[in-house]
């Protein structure tokens, strides 16, 4: 298991984001790290911030991703272009 995803691979940020299509809306995430997730009106995780570049809440992230039961939580390298590159590792 590798350690906190990190930015340092290009300087390029990790995109956040819900597959709202799986999100059940239970709400660990937001019990978890409310600073970075809440279950919206609309019955799904939402996302306060979607390009994480701190530490700690790409730690949040990544942790939040390993418990959520759906697997809906999404955390991505950004390509040079800004558009989102592959699953982070
Ligand atoms: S933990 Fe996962 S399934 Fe539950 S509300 Fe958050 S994103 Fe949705």
Do not use: K, N, W, Y
């Not at 809306?25 to 937001?30: H, K, L, M, S, V």
């Not at 700690?56 to 942790?63: L, M, S």
């Not at 939040?64 to 040079?80: G, H, K, Y």
Request: aromatic share 2%; charged share 25%.
């Amino acid at each position: 298991m590798s350690g906190p995803r990190e930015t340092e691979e290009g300087g390029r940020p990790l995109l956040l984001s819900i597959d709202a299509t799986v999100c059940t809306g239970a709400g660990t995430c937001e019990a978890m790290h409310p600073e970075l997730f809440r279950v919206g009106a609309e019955g799904h995780a939402v996302v306060s911030r979607t390009e994480l570049t701190d530490s700690r809440d790409i730690e949040a992230a990544t942790g939040v991703l390993d418990v959520c039961p759906t697997e809906a939580v999404r955390l991505t390298r950004a390509a040079p272009s800004g558009e989102p590159e592959a699953q982070a590792p």
